[in-house]
């Protein structure tokens, strides 16, 4: 039985970041994206995705690393396993395409830990929630958030139309209109953890 | 690592219910209630308390028993802790007092699981954060919400002046309104298990 779990964090200062090649979103509409999710549906059944939840701490409180898109939207590095890919390779595989340098020595050694969210879409829609519904019986997509243990020293590249942001726990509480409720809800399902704040 | 636990569910009709003498509120308004707190604070520093996720399953779907006062105010089963007393040791006082019959014999030998949620009172007020925020020395109280494992049957004996309930996740999920912040993401923080339903 685990009742605490120590996670450490490390400051933001901790580090480095340039950039690289742009990486696009395959939609420029959500009703292009729910398309795409059906089409895909039919040749391959449910799709999975997987998201990492990579924390830095800034003025001894943690932060969560977020990819910026436009002005407004923000999302989880992570992305949708190909067919059979193991969970755990494919998330390192999509962190990588996502933040990890051109360069392979550069790749950080992802560490994936800790589960901490499941969400299910029933249909095609933009709604998700934390269970699979009754009397859903062929849900359209899982997807799985973990916990990425940072090491001290990481680089990271960020794809030149994206932002990366370090975004504090008490900014996204209780901030659904912002951040939806799949990223709002991340500092609930933390809140078990024990973060040591590891300054240098 | 664990990417996902499975959590056995009995159906609510494994289960058995009578009643016991009353536990009234030891407060009569919120404003007692912080006024109490305020006192015991003085006298033994940061109150910790526990509460118990008792989970069971009706048409194929979790559920959580919450114990209701009056015709609104639900909680979770638990209370606060002596000072210096173990958590686990004190959840299962406070869910025997809760829930247990009069007769040692009946009691339930509750299986304590994972932590699931802590959360932090920074003063003495309603509100409660998921964290200790930021400049925060010295909260008033720490909450601790742990997964109560159930047996397929068990006996409960509920305080004649409350109702024992059975709230599927799907009520509780996006329900601040009626369950405050603390119940109504539950669900989220328990979609990273799997819950196995045993139907007899």
Not at 130 to 156: D, G, N, W
């Amino acid at each position: 039985m685990v009742t605490s779990q120590v996670v450490n964090t490390y400051p933001l200062s901790s580090y480095s970041f340039g950039t690289k090649e742009p990486k696009m979103e395959k939609d420029t509409s959500v009703a292009d994206r729910l398309a795409r999710m059906k089409v895909n549906y039919m040749k391959e059944g449910m799709r999975t995705s997987v998201e990492g939840i990579l924390l830095v701490q800034e003025h001894n409180h943690p932060h969560i690393l977020l990819l910026q898109i436009g002005n407004t939207f923000c999302k989880l590095p992570g992305g949708r396993l190909k067919p059979g890919e193991n969970e755990i390779e494919g998330l390192k595989r999509k962190l990588t395409s996502k933040l990890g340098a051109n360069s392979p020595a550069l790749v950080p050694d992802w560490q994936i830990g800790e589960g901490v969210a499941i969400w299910w879409r029933p249909n095609f829609e933009t709604i998700m929630y934390p269970y699979c519904p009754p009397h859903i019986t062929k849900p359209k997509e899982c997807k799985k958030l973990f916990l990425v243990h940072l090491s001290e020293r990481e680089y990271f590249a960020v794809p030149k139309n994206l932002k990366l942001l370090a975004v504090p726990l008490f900014e996204l509480y209780d901030n659904v209109q912002r951040y939806g409720p799949v990223i709002s809800t991340i500092p609930q399902q933390l809140s078990r953890f024990q973060f040591k704040m590891i300054t240098n």
